[in-house]
């Protein structure tokens, strides 16, 4: 039979029930674990004593009754994690038992130190405070009722100041354990915050890449029905774009699919957006049928976030223009000054009623919280003469300069 298996679920047992004490800390492994620590000490109390007693006068040399205390002390112990409390009350009975049977002085403390300090550190300070109080009251009121200590006043003395630093250790040892785990739940709580901020970085990549390539893919599959019959090249060429738009957005979902399955260390499938993409964003505009004209200063190396900021806010506003505007014709400028990148998307078209443009749609949204993240602003709204504008500022962190 292999003892190492866990117990049988008696019929009938409640949820809580986890069998014998011992089984409370798993298999084999975690037991033997549990019972290394008795086993060390029963051996070095029996050892030690008999080697102590060679040297004392006046005392009951161990006899059965000696030595099976000395194994019963430890021997509690493999109940400690289960029964701090119920622990340290068994050993202290034990080891007074032990000092009034007259028994040799030696390390019969080891086993009550073992579990004060097991008390102390599992929570129970009040309990391991008042047992180790109790107990040495006890042994104070027998030693006077006979007259005295064998060993004098000295050794009563000596054993309150172990007590004591046995139980400030125990105290120490249990703040450092509670520090440690509060830094290891905020370590945690940092990386589930961290994770949850990926994932909402991603889910707006993701929102920003489906709205401007479905859109685009919209457009150009009602420009290749208008078309299939009367102009089957035109046709030919929206439905490549359609098929070079469904590639691109399957790119951009793989990859960010990739981060969400914890594929970080796989290298993307296609560089991060940024600013050196935006002939490419418009030269695909173009050819869903929205004009589009730019005015772009020569611009500095960006930092990421900014390039990418930059790229999906002139993105989003653009096919906010295309499902939106009606038929318009969109400006981009994009300048540089004052250690700020401004974004500007403008359009002369009508607009529909209630739409996004008003400054209520997600994509709105999303283009100011992209601003706000950077620690920029970002402004939507008509125009005065009719149209509609988005102007985002976003700071440009001036380059290192190398120290000689």
Not at 333 to 358: M, N, Y
């Amino acid at each position: 039979m292999d003892t190492d298996q866990p117990p049988r679920r008696p019929h009938g047992a409640g949820p809580h029930w986890v069998g014998p004490p011992w089984h409370e800390w798993g298999g084999g492994g975690r037991r033997q674990s549990v019972l290394a620590l008795p086993a060390v000490l029963a051996v070095l109390q029996v050892a030690g004593t008999f080697g102590a007693q060679r040297n004392q006068q006046d005392v009951h040399h161990l006899n059965a009754l000696g030595i099976a205390l000395l194994i019963a002390a430890p021997a509690c112990l493999a109940f400690r994690r289960s029964h701090p409390v119920a622990t340290l009350v068994a050993v202290a009975v034990i080891v007074e038992a032990y000092l009034q049977w007259h028994f040799p002085w030696g390390p019969f403390m080891l086993s009550l130190i073992a579990a004060i300090l097991n008390a102390v550190i599992r929570g129970h300070r009040t309990a391991a405070w008042l047992v180790t109080s109790a107990l040495y009251a006890v042994d104070l009121v027998l030693t006077s009722a006979r007259g005295g200590s064998r060993e004098g006043w000295q050794a009563l003395l000596a054993i309150a100041a172990i007590l004591t630093l046995v139980l400030v250790v125990g105290e120490a040892a249990r703040v450092t354990r509670e520090r440690a785990s509060e830094m290891m739940r905020a370590a945690s709580e940092e990386r589930r915050r961290h994770a949850s901020d990926e994932r909402l970085r991603i889910a707006q990549e993701l929102h920003d890449v489906l709205a401007h390539n479905i859109s685009l893919i919209n457009v150009q599959a009602g420009v290749a029905l208008h078309l299939m019959d009367r102009d089957p090249e035109q046709a030919r060429t929206a439905l490549t774009a359609i098929r070079q738009a469904s590639k691109d957005t399957l790119g951009e979902l793989r990859a960010a699919l990739g981060v969400l399955r914890g594929d970080g260390d796989r290298a993307p499938r296609s560089p991060t957006p940024d600013l050196g993409r935006l002939p490419d964003l418009i030269e695909q505009v173009r050819g869903a049928g929205l004009a589009v004209h730019t005015s772009i200063d020569a611009l500095p190396e960006l930092p990421a976030p900014v390039g990418l900021a930059a790229f999906r806010i002139v993105q989003e506003a653009l096919t906010n223009v295309r499902r939106h505007a009606g038929p318009a014709t969109a400006v981009v400028t994009i300048e540089h000054g004052d250690g700020h990148l401004t974004v500007r998307v403008d359009d002369d078209g009508a607009g529909t009623a209630g739409s996004p443009e008003q400054g209520s749609g997600s994509g709105i949204a999303g283009m100011r919280e992209r601003a706000g993240a950077l620690g920029g602003t970002l402004a939507a709204g008509p125009l005065a003469g009719g149209g509609f504008r988005v102007e985002a500022r976003l700071p440009v962190p001036a380059p290192a300069r190398s120290v000689p």
